[in-house]
């Protein structure tokens, strides 16, 4: 496996006619506009974006404290034939994601075809309270986030799925209409795809997801409540939606149904989106302290009585000791090659890949397999001594937790810093739709890292967030 490092891809040299035409444009625009403007754009939108309420909570702060995630007012540019292969690729990704899911939890094909380890079932995302579950379409992923990266004009790499609670999808919105405020002349100017209908969509596929025979499905959006990080998010999209957003305590249980507590009464619900993780959702079978979950709802989603989105048991498919067979399950389930490429991953549970990522820590990117928003990784380029020994002793002490990558040179996008307009990595999440139909809107949340060098994206590590362009033909 390589590991070299590539100087990173600048994505203004693409030489895609219609990206690289927009992005001279807009690069004489950007040098028409002075520095002092474009900064006072970007504070306006601090300030607005802040007397909206955007904002997150980090876990292991100050309790209360919040902040903004930075936002940049260059955008990033994808052409059409870029995104259509985009688009297809993780179509492709979620379908046979989804059949993995379906499968695991009732025949194990994949399992018994050598393909896919046993020991998957032993994985702590696996719940063997799904196991001969039918769910509404086989369906257990609604809403997942692809995490993309390119390294070249043509090299688009996935990171990693997101299939338990994605996040994020309210930037991409937020970014877009930020964009169309500050700048309304670039979209008059430019043919950019839009990306308002998303909330649409998604309730429709949502409905779509209800259980045979409901005529009018009640769904609604379930969250751990306002202390969570991404509380602003949950309340966006259920405004968007039109639908309520309950906690925990809004929901019973009665007769094999959920019933949400309304001033006219009970209200029978059909969908719930939810926002809370599996071992949160029912104390009566997982985390008997849970104060976030519905006591019984289990029972109901297992009996048919209402439809969860996503489906109990999704994190199986998004942990990264999984990730390094989707390739296989689409060859297997679809019978066709993967539109995108997996990086390549070296498994520490093996001896061969354990030894050669121990040789080679200073070179590789180590995360744990459960780990998420940036932490429980090393990154060995930009780590010191110190901090590679430290992290040797965690991967020794439990090597089956960590897959270790290659430092890939992420591409760069043209971003306002304050010394002026700067290269810097960026990296992409599309979300797909699974209900009806699957689909995915023509835009994505796209992180940037604002530290110069740096290649953590993740808002809790200091990264901050683009509009992403997709070029109508």
């Known amino acids: 496996m390589n590991t070299a490092t590539k100087l990173p891809f600048d994505e203004m040299q693409l030489t895609d006619g219609a990206v690289r035409e927009i992005y001279a444009q807009y690069a004489d625009w950007i040098r028409d506009v002075p520095h002092q403007q474009l900064e006072s754009k970007r504070q306006e939108a601090e300030l607005l974006f802040r ?25 990033r540019i994808l052409a059409a034939s870029e995104w259509e292969r985009l688009s297809a690729g993780c179509l ?28 998957i079932l032993a994985n702590a995302q696996y719940r063997p309270e799904m196991f001969g579950v039918d769910v ?36 991409m919105m937020e970014d877009r209409k930020m964009m169309m405020r500050l700048f309304p002349e670039l979209f008059r100017r430019y043919p950019i795809a839009p990306v308002e209908h998303y909330p649409q969509v998604l309730l429709n596929n949502l409905r779509a997801v209800a259980q045979p025979g ?34 925990g305590q809004d929901l019973f249980v009665r007769n094999n149904a959920v019933y949400m507590r309304t001033t006219e009464g009970p209200k029978r619900v059909d969908v719930i989106y939810r926002r809370i993780d599996d071992d949160y959702i029912d104390p009566l079978s997982f985390k008997p302290d849970s104060m976030l979950g519905v006591p019984g709802l289990l029972n109901v989603y297992r009996n048919g009585g209402v439809t969860l989105a996503n489906a109990v048991g999704t994190g199986v498919a998004d942990d990264k000791a999984t990730y390094v067979y989707v390739p296989e399950m ?33 070179e590789l990117v180590v995360k744990e397999v459960q780990g998420s928003g940036g932490y429980g990784m090393l990154v060995g380029p930009a780590a010191t001594k110190k901090e590679i020994e430290e992290f040797r002793l965690r991967i020794l002490s439990s090597p089956s937790n960590y897959i270790a990558q290659p430092t890939l040179a992420l591409s760069t996008c043209p971003t306002l810093v304050e010394q002026g307009i700067a290269p810097r ?9 699974s209900g009806k139909t699957v689909t995915l809107v023509p835009g994505a949340l796209c992180r940037v890292a604002l530290r110069e060098g740096s290649l953590v994206v993740n808002s809790s590590q200091g990264g901050g967030t683009k509009d992403t362009w997709v070029l109508e033909r």
């Open 425 to 433: 990595h960026v990296d992409l999440r599309p979300f797909v739709l």
């Open 51 to 75: 007397r909206v309420g955007i904002t997150f909570n980090v876990y292991g702060e100050t309790a209360g404290a919040e902040r903004l995630i930075p936002f940049d007012v260059i955008p």
């Open 214 to 247: 409901v005529q009018d499905p009640v769904v609604v959006m379930l969250t751990p409540g306002a202390y969570n990080s991404a509380y602003f998010e949950h309340a966006f999209i259920a405004q968007q939606m039109g639908v309520e957003l309950v906690e």
């Open 92 to 119: 492709q990704r979620v379908r046979a994601l989804n059949m993995f899911l379906h499968d695991i939890y009732h025949k194990k094909e994949i399992i018994e075809a050598g393909i896919v380890p046993a020991s």
């Open 136 to 171: 509404p379409q086989n369906i257990y992923a609604h809403i997942a986030g692809v995490d993309i990266v390119r390294t070249g004009e043509d090299d688009f790499y996935v990171l990693e799925d997101n299939l338990r609670t994605p996040s994020g999808v309210s930037y």
């Open 330 to 362: 689409i060859r297997f389930y679809l019978g066709e090659e993967p539109i995108l490429s997996n990086v390549p991953t070296y498994q520490l549970s093996k001896e061969d890949d354990l030894k050669y990522v121990l040789d080679h820590l200073p």
